[in-house]
């Protein structure tokens, strides 16, 4: 499988490296925008709980993740399949819990009637009136927490 597979170096410092680049070569300032979908959506969860990551909004894809949120300078939505196996109810409360904790505020969706990968054009699971929904969503959320400008994305 993918987590699995030998790398030539820990999958996190090629997250931070690329959010450092990201910074670098773009010349954009923070906040950034981090979004995944399952293993990325804990991905991003992982990198929105982390300090030295720069102000951001995270939105997170049938995903999870119970972390120290106390020093996350994130806003945070997610998205979550109603019947998942792979994202239980409890975890979704443990991750829900860590945010509380750290004074940290989640906008949460829930899709009756979908399983994980719902959002996802290419496979079986894919439910189009409810990736719609959480796309429109997600562009409601990231226009909340960022603005445009002529030369990039500014935090409000």
Do not use: N
């Amino acid at each position: 499988s993918l987590r699995d597979r030998r790398r030539p170096e820990p999958v996190y410092k090629g997250l931070l490296r690329g959010v450092e680049s990201l910074l670098a070569e773009t010349g954009a300032e923070p906040p950034i925008a981090l979004l995944g979908f399952s293993m990325g959506g804990h991905w991003a969860l992982w990198l929105a709980a982390r300090e030295d990551v720069p102000a951001c909004a995270t939105v997170s894809y049938y995903a999870a993740r119970a972390s120290d949120f106390s020093k996350s300078r994130s806003a945070f939505q997610f998205h979550f399949a109603e019947q998942d196996p792979f994202v239980s109810a409890s975890a979704r409360k443990r991750s829900a819990r860590a945010l509380a904790d750290a004074g940290r505020t989640a906008e949460t969706h829930e899709y009756p009637g979908t399983h994980h990968w719902f959002a996802e054009s290419d496979r079986p699971e894919f439910e189009p009136a409810a990736a719609g929904l959480a796309w429109e969503r997600t562009l409601q959320f990231l226009h909340q927490h960022l603005t445009a400008r002529k030369d990039g994305i500014q935090w409000r």
